[in-house]
């Protein structure tokens, strides 16, 4: 009898994406855990009938777990990142690799400038210092913070979510520039030549980069002194972007004003010393997780995951992969 071939999850998917798939193909996953192996559901021979894996850049999937896996065919990514996905051991194995590249970007973009506002209007302290019950015991409103309209908002990395990034803080009245790791000639923005550049430029550095190995502690302490004492971060890349440590000491030290972060080096643990700073915003990673944004990563995985088993080019493989072998 003729069995379907197996899409196996890597991590939980919403019902939409797991009911669309299991009327195609058989799916097998999660693991129990999200940090177990991820092959941790497959049942005794069904290693080798996995033709595709659905996974996203932070659960990734080693070259160890590709190599139990004689049939694969399609690692796909659910969100744009794919950073922990082995793509040169798929290469080898000519395996196709494929994200979902802008789905989410509105989403996270909304998000970025929740927490730009958040930092910069200094709103957690506030509410903390409302709930404290200080508002009725001193009689008076805390002092107030300089504003947005007219600050400079520096934006590393403009991709699809850093051009969103950038045209709502425009719309805030701020002047707007952005690092790359090349110009853009249909953008109006100016272009700065170096990160540090940049920073020294900003009032609000917004960490929009890819997520990328190259791009690991680029925010040093070198930049963040260049942002200056009345600048804010604001990250909603990935933690490790960022000099996590040097970060906590900008901070203490007022070498920065404040931060807005939604990612964290080492998650899901954020250190105490930052969690207890009154001066930062933290969300935990939720800055794609809206309903629109999870719908249309999920049609971008159905798309790829239905081309791969027609035989035809995915319609979004990351840069270094081919559409198909």
Not at 11 to 40: I, K
Not at 74 to 101: C, K, Q
Not at 143 to 156: C, F
Not at 295 to 313: I, L, Q, S, T, Y
Request: net charge neutral; with cysteine.
């Amino acid at each position: 009898m003729h069995q379907p071939p197996i899409v196996l999850l890597a991590l939980p998917v919403g019902a939409s994406l797991r009911t669309a798939l299991e009327s195609r193909y058989r799916v097998v996953g999660p693991p129990p855990m999200p940090s177990s192996d991820p092959l941790a559901s497959l049942a005794p021979g069904e290693a080798e009938r996995v033709r595709a894996v659905v996974t996203q850049g932070t659960t990734g999937f080693s070259r160890a777990s590709i190599a139990k896996l004689p049939a694969l065919g399609l690692v796909v990514a659910l969100g744009s990142g794919y950073e922990g996905i082995d793509v040169p051991a798929a290469l080898e194995r000519r395996i196709v690799v494929g994200h979902s590249p802008g789905a989410n970007a509105a989403t996270v973009a909304d998000h970025a400038i929740g927490l730009m506002i958040a930092s910069v209007r200094e709103l957690f302290a506030a509410s903390a210092y409302l709930q404290r019950g200080e508002w009725v015991a001193r009689g008076r409103r805390r002092s107030g913070p300089r504003g947005l309209t007219g600050r400079r908002a520096g934006i590393y990395g403009l991709g699809a979510i850093g051009e969103k990034i950038a045209q709502r803080c425009a719309a805030f009245e701020m002047e707007v520039g952005y690092h790359n790791r090349r110009r853009r000639d249909d953008v109006p923005y100016p272009y700065f030549a170096s990160l540090h550049a940049l920073a020294t430029w900003a009032d609000v550095l917004l960490i929009a980069v890819r997520a990328d190995a190259a791009n690991r502690h680029s925010v040093d302490a070198d930049v963040l002194r260049a942002l200056g004492p009345e600048g804010h971060v604001v990250n909603i890349a990935r933690g490790f972007v960022i000099d996590e440590a040097a970060l906590i000491e900008a901070l203490a030290n007022r070498t920065i004003a404040g931060a807005g972060l939604d990612v964290f080096e080492h998650e899901p643990q954020v250190p105490a010393a930052l969690r207890e700073l009154p001066t930062v915003a933290l969300t935990p990673h939720i800055a794609g997780d809206t309903r629109e944004a999870f719908e249309a990563c999920f049609r971008m995985v159905r798309a790829n995951v239905d081309a791969f088993f027609a035989g035809e080019p995915i319609p979004t493989p990351v840069p270094e992969s081919p559409a198909k072998f």
